[in-house]
Every structure is written in structure tokens, then in C-alpha cells.
């Protein structure tokens, strides 16, 4: 004798078949997309965006023949690092500013904060020297005689490599300026920005 099978356990092994096969093709779907994102680097921000610079001047105005800092805060989103100006390892890229200086002024020197050592998931058991939060770089400069009068604009490059604890995105060298006025020697000037330039704000 021959059953007629049950059309409600054929309805169910049908309709889970089917359930199996939509999870199949989901979980498919979402590997592509992911393996696709990992690929063209989705979900990670702009070199440029990871790194937020801030110029200042430590007095106003500048006379001519006087010396004054200028110096950039640079401050780098959290869950991220920048090597510091001497990395551990000379294949790492440091962090450097360079000012274009116009006619009329001296740069005498460049002042790094140090770095701090690290560790991270890429550098297991080497410790590498970075840079994470906010940190300031100092330009020791001069303005000579021949500094032009009025308002001035020393522009410059900041370039770092940023890295998360799993990856590093393309070097990047962006633009940052600081604006100022330049008076006439002898003219008083005042101290300004007190927690930039501070012995003990350097960090």
C-alpha cells in the first residue's frame, strides 16, 4: 500500500530548505561585502582626518628684530597613534613640521615633544615610541629687520603616518599656517597662550 505523503511535513522540509539556503546566500552576501570593504580600506578615515592641527604665536604683536615661538598643537583621534619625530625603527616615518618661512625670518631651531613607548598587536614584545592624544611642536624663530610690516602668514607641512592597533594608513603631509602681526622694532608686545607655551606644557 502506497501513503500519500503529508503535506503539512512536505510544506516544512520545503520551507526550511529554503531558510537554509537564504542563510547560505546572507552569510555569502555579507563576506563579499566585508572582504570587499577590507579591500578598498571601508570603514577607515582619512589620513587627513585622523590628525587635527592648531597654530598659534606666543606674543602680540612681534616686533622686528625679536625672537618668539610659533608652535602647533596637533591633536589625534582617539583609538589612533602617530610615530613620534625619532621612531624605533628607521623603516617607521616620523612626524615632522615644516614652516616655509617668507623673506625676513629665521628659524633657529624645532622642538619634538619626546615620544611615548607602546605596544600593539603588530609589534608584539617591541615597544615603539608614538605619539597619542594631543601633542605640541614648537618653532623657535626670529623676525629680522626686514620683516615686512602688518599682518603675516608662515605656512607649513605637517607629515605623519596614523595607525590604529591593527593598521597603518598612507603617510600624509598636510597643510597648517599661523598668522600673526609684525610691528616695528621696539614695539611692547605681551605674552599670549600661557598653556601652549609654557615650560611645562610641552608634552
Request: one cysteine or more; glycine letters at 8%; hydrophobic letters at 40%.
Amino acid at each position: 500500500m502506497t501513503l500519500a505523503p503529508r503535506r503539512g511535513v512536505r510544506t516544512a522540509s520545503i520551507l526550511g530548505a529554503c531558510s537554509a539556503i537564504a542563510a547560505c546566500a546572507a552569510a555569502v552576501v555579507l563576506a563579499g561585502g566585508a572582504l570587499r570593504a577590507r579591500q578598498n580600506g571601508g570603514g577607515l578615515p582619512s589620513p587627513s582626518a585622523v590628525v587635527k592641527p592648531h597654530a598659534y604665536v606666543s606674543i602680540e604683536p612681534v616686533p622686528r628684530e625679536k625672537e618668539f615661538q610659533a608652535a602647533v598643537q596637533v591633536e589625534i583621534a582617539r583609538g589612533f597613534h602617530v610615530n613620534s619625530h625619532t621612531p624605533s625603527e628607521a623603516y617607521l616615518i616620523p612626524t615632522t613640521l615644516t614652516p616655509n618661512l617668507p623673506a625676513g625670518f629665521h628659524l633657529a631651531g624645532t622642538m619634538y615633544p619626546p615620544g611615548q613607548l607602546e605596544e600593539f598587536p603588530f609589534s608584539p614584545g617591541k615597544a615603539l615610541s608614538v605619539y597619542t592624544g594631543s601633542v605640541t611642536v614648537r618653532l623657535r624663530l626670529s623676525a629680522e629687520a626686514s620683516a615686512p610690516l602688518g599682518a603675516t602668514t608662515i605656512p607649513m607641512k605637517l607629515r605623519y603616518q596614523a595607525c590604529d592597533s591593527t593598521t597603518c594608513l598612507p603617510p600624509v603631509s598636510i597643510p597648517v599656517s599661523v598668522q600673526f602681526e609684525i610691528a616695528a622694532a621696539g614695539t611692547a608686545s605681551r605674552a599670549v597662550h600661557p598653556e601652549i607655551f609654557s615650560a611645562s606644557s610641552t608634552k
